[in-house]
Each structure stands twice: as structure tokens, then as C-alpha cells.
């Protein structure tokens, strides 16, 4: 299946077309086939909103594309009244990987280091949503940044059990515990049941003689 990415990060265009070629997907960014737009303001309510407005926004202009949009964020334990799905817009004054995963150490220093970290992935289809998938990742803050395979977050978040960063393994040993990762297994394990089942219903209504 091919998507189109509603999406301006060209980070998270990256890791998401990495991931959606382990399952034979393409990924291309909705600006392959129009100009550039403004995406619609997002709100405070919750990971799956955001990125289902993002979806309907660009499926409306391309209805016949399955387009896919995410949002995501980090929930510090010890600081649950900011970030959270405001995660992008609380780090606006710390513009560099560096300097947000900075910021996240010392909000954590001296207390509870556990953190949840969340990404939704909706995909629209003809102006409506067909699909949002969550992918969760619990964990710990490292007391300072680490590993050479990332920049920012994935070199602060330590999955429970380990005790390694995000940055520390391969591509191979963190893919399990991305959250994009476990939001678009989820997705394209629907889309295709939902697809199997279209051609089984097909294959076994009667023809016409």
C-alpha cells in the first residue's frame, strides 16, 4: 500500500517510511503532490484528535490517497500538569534536540524519573477517519543523554526492563519499543484484516451465470 505523510517533520517523515517499508508500505509527504499548506491550529485534548485533524485536512484535498498523520508526546510522572499531548508547544523555547532533552533532565532531577511516551497514527481515507492506532512506550529518564543512533528523546528514554537508551541500540533492537513503530503495526494489521476480509466477502458471493 502506498500513504501519503500529512506531515511538515522531516525527522518523523524519515523513521515513518523506515518503519512502513518493514511491512512493504510506502510512504510519500503530501507535498509530493501539493503545494505546501497550513495545518489546522492543534488543540489540548488528546494525541488522537490532533492527528486525526491533520488526516481529515490533507485527505479532503487528496481523497482518493490513504493519508496518515501523528502526534505524540512525553508524560513526565513528576511533572503531569505540562507536556502531554502540549509536548511540542511546551519545548518551543528549547529548539534544538539538545537543548529539549536538556530540559527534560532537569525537570526529572531529584524526583520520580518514569515517563509514558505516546504517538496516535490516524489514517483518512475520502475525508474521514478510518483508523487511529496508538502506540504507548513506558519507561525511565536517564540522568543524562546517551547513544550515538538518535538525537533528543531517544537519547533520554530507557524502556522498562532495560538499561539502554532509545539511542544506545540499533535501529533493530529499539524498533520494538518506537511508538510509531507499535501505532503502525497496529494500523497496518487492520487495514489489511479489514482488506482480507473485503476479498473473502467477494470471492464467495455468488456469480451470475
Known amino acids: ?3 501519503v505523510i500529512a506531515s511538515h517533520n522531516q525527522a518523523k ?3 515513518l517510511q523506515q518503519i512502513f517499508r518493514i511491512y512493504n508500505n510506502e510512504i510519500i509527504p503530501y507535498t509530493d503532490l501539493l503545494p505546501k ?3 489546522p491550529p492543534e488543540g489540548n485534548r488528546s494525541y488522537e484528535e490532533n492527528a486525526s485533524d491533520k488526516a481529515i485536512f490533507i485527505s479532503e484535498l487528496l481523497p482518493d490517497k490513504l493519508v496518515i498523520a501523528d502526534d505524540s508526546g512525553l508524560l513526565l510522572t513528576a511533572r503531569p500538569e505540562i507536556l502531554g499531548v502540549r509536548t511540542a508547544r511546551d519545548l ?3 529548539p534544538t534536540p539538545h537543548q529539549y532533552a536538556q530540559h527534560i533532565i532537569r525537570l526529572v532531577q531529584g524526583k520520580d524519573r518514569t515517563f509514558i511516551m ?3 497514527i490516524a489514517c483518512a481515507h475520502q475525508g474521514k477517519i478510518i483508523k487511529v492506532a496508538d502506540g504507548i512506550l ?3 529518564i536517564a540522568r543524562t543523554e546517551r547513544g550515538i543512533n538518535g538525537e533528543g528523546f531517544s537519547r533520554i528514554l530507557i524502556p522498562c526492563g532495560l538499561t539502554k537508551t532509545l539511542a544506545q541500540m540499533t535501529f533493530e533492537e529499539c524498533y520494538p519499543y518506537l511508538t510509531r513503530a507499535r501505532a ?3 494500523l497496518i494489521g487492520f487495514l489489511k484484516e479489514n482488506h482480507d476480509q473485503r476479498q473473502t466477502k467477494v470471492n464467495n458471493h455468488p456469480r451470475e451465470n
Do not use: D
Request: hydrophobic share 25%.
Open 13 to 15: 517523515i524519515k523513521e
Open 37 to 39: 499548506k497550513k495545518f
Open 184 to 186: 503502525a503495526e497496529k
Open 1 to 3: 500500500m502506498q500513504f
Open 118 to 120: 505516546q504517538t496516535s
Open 92 to 94: 518551543t523555547n528549547y
Open 138 to 140: 513506558k519507561g525511565r
